[in-house]
């Protein structure tokens, strides 16, 4: 399965399990930059609940491509370290996961470069075996699903509750979707904070947050297949 999604920023954890469940993630870095997606965002959990970091980009207009949002470096680098250092300071991996952290935040270049770098750090952490193919580096750099789909060789897509009617509308191929059911767990501090990006599950679990993530995985279903039936 292909799985086809725009890189993100520290990735939400349904994000990070198409890395456990895909044989193959095409990072969509040509997709235009949405505000409402986790290209340049992530959440933390902080002693006052949740906390979002973001990457400071220059406007450039709608339908700007991530290969060609531009960075801006006002400090913002220096800001994550101190809030990650402040929130996950005693946590059990916080002195593996950081350093490895703080090259992906160093990386150089477009937006869609410094997320296609924190993707990898996801993939490597998590020990995932899909293999990671930049859109951009696709022949005729394909710019919509449909052309990625197809150039990309797909044969089957996996997506995403929430983009699944679009994807199996878009693509000629049959379509999967990953069922995501966040289960609680550890974390830094009382109680359980949902809806944290991928670095709260590394900063806690280290090497197990794999499993900890296939815990949240509830199954695969075909696009448009009924739901099995709970049982009373």
């Known amino acids: ?31 235009a930059f949405s505000r409402q ?6 959440r933390i959990r902080t002693d006052k609940g949740a906390l979002w970091l973001s990457v400071p980009r220059r ?17 913002w680098r220096r800001r994550h370290a101190a809030a990650l250092t402040a929130a996950y300071g005693s946590a059990s991996f916080f002195e593996h996961v950081m350093p490895e952290w703080a090259d992906v935040l160093a990386t150089p270049g477009s ?40 150039v990309a060789g797909a044969t089957t897509v996996l997506t995403l509750p929430e983009s699944a009617r679009r994807d ?4 000629g191929v049959p379509v999967r979707v990953l069922r995501f059911e966040e289960a609680e767990r550890r974390q830094v501090g009382e109680g359980f904070v949902p809806g944290l990006g991928v670095l709260d599950l590394l900063m ?29």
């Open 37 to 42: 997606g986790g290209h340049n965002r992530t």
């Open 59 to 75: 406007h450039a207009g709608l339908g700007q491509p991530l290969t060609e949002v531009e960075v801006v470096d006002d400090g």
């Open 111 to 150: 937006l869609a470069d410094l997320t296609v770098a924190s993707v990898r750090f996801t993939a490597r952490w998590l020990k995932s075996e899909a293999e990671i193919v930049r859109a951009s580096d696709l022949p005729g750099r394909p710019s919509a699903l449909a052309e990625v789909a197809d």
């Open 168 to 171: 199996a509308e878009a693509v």
């Open 1 to 31: 399965m292909t799985a086809i999604r725009p890189p993100e920023f520290a990735p939400r954890l349904p994000y990070a399990a198409l890395l456990l469940t895909a044989d193959r993630l095409v990072l969509a870095d040509t997709f």
């Open 204 to 232: 806690t679990h280290g090497p197990a947050a794999a499993d900890v993530l296939r815990a949240s995985v509830q199954r695969v279903d075909a696009f448009g297949a009924p739901r099995p039936r709970t049982a009373s």
